[in-house]
């Protein structure tokens, strides 16, 4: 595609999608709360991680199937859950989606992008949400 000189291609919207592994020593909830930047407590192994200081997350949120227990809406039990569930040194605990922002999308419209493309991810096999 050629671009007219002066002129620039609009912004993609880009939804990156990473796992997070054991074998390379990453933890769901760790990576959960530096990407929500909370504070979050892994049971399994007792270490904290406090990433509340951390700027720029304009918006987070858990979607759960509707048949799913309401306690995995709190993102503590929900990554505790998923950490348990793996017993494995080389498991995939979790995927992250991280979405880019878009200047010309207000905040509302950004959490509609991201929830539209979230859910066509999840309904590929083997990909939770």
Known sequence: ??????????????????TVKRS?????????AYRTATKLIDDRTGQTYDYTRKQGVEFTEIL??????RDLLDRNTLWDNTESAEKRINSVTAREAAQNSLDML???????LGRDKKKVQGKEPG???
């Open 1 to 18: 595609m050629t671009v007219p000189k002066g002129r620039t291609l609009p912004e993609m919207a880009i939804l990156s999608i990473k």
């Open 24 to 32: 390379t020593g990453r933890t769901a909830v760790a990576a959960s």
């Open 64 to 69: 759960i199937p509707e048949n799913a227990p």
């Open 106 to 112: 207000s905040s509302a419209g950004k959490v509609l």
């Open 127 to 129: 990909f939770d949400v």
